[in-house]
């Protein structure tokens, strides 16, 4: 039975009464790590890092860690899982090196790490992407995914892939991310 006792409009798409049951019941206030992934950027130049930690922000949210490390494997590995193993974070946002040159690692990275990788979300990524874009979002890996009983979602380096991600996907639902991904 679909009435609208049942869903509520929301944009273009109606949002089921048990999303927003779920959503409802979602922690308000997360706690995030931030890291930017670049060969080049510093805390003056990190406008990616900043556009994440700002939306964040904005949100209610909290940011435990910030970090800009080079787009390097051996890096971002234990990284990745010494953030995965600390009690006050529930998110790992990455910005950068989702691309396919050469010196982008981030997708093959983390998805050799997640534990439950989240399809939709890289998928959703590249429709809304596309809309901006054109055929160049199939440039874009931004991968997503749950580390132990951590989110981790990544986007992007440039503003605008910063912006779509972070307003009209992670923070709209990173809260239910962190509900599904604690239990």
Known sequence: ??????????????????????????PQQLRCAVITVSDTRTPETDTGGQGVVDRLLAAGHVVNHRTIIRDDPQQMRPLLLALASRDDLD??????????????FTYETVSALLTKPLPGYGELFRML??????????LSRAVGGILGRKVVLTMPGSPA????AMEQLIVPELGHLVREARR
Do not use: C
């Not at 990455?94 to 040159?101: D, E, M, N, V």
């Not at 992407?129 to 055929?135: E, H, L, M, N």
């Open 1 to 26: 039975m679909h009435g609208p006792d049942l869903t509520r409009k929301i944009g273009t798409f109606r949002m089921s009464q048990s999303t927003q049951e779920h959503r409802s019941q979602s």
């Open 91 to 104: 998110a790992i946002l990455l910005t950068g090196g989702t691309g396919i040159a050469s010196r982008d």
């Open 129 to 138: 992407s596309y809309q901006q874009v054109g055929a160049a979002a199939m």
């Open 161 to 164: 892939g910063v912006q779509l």
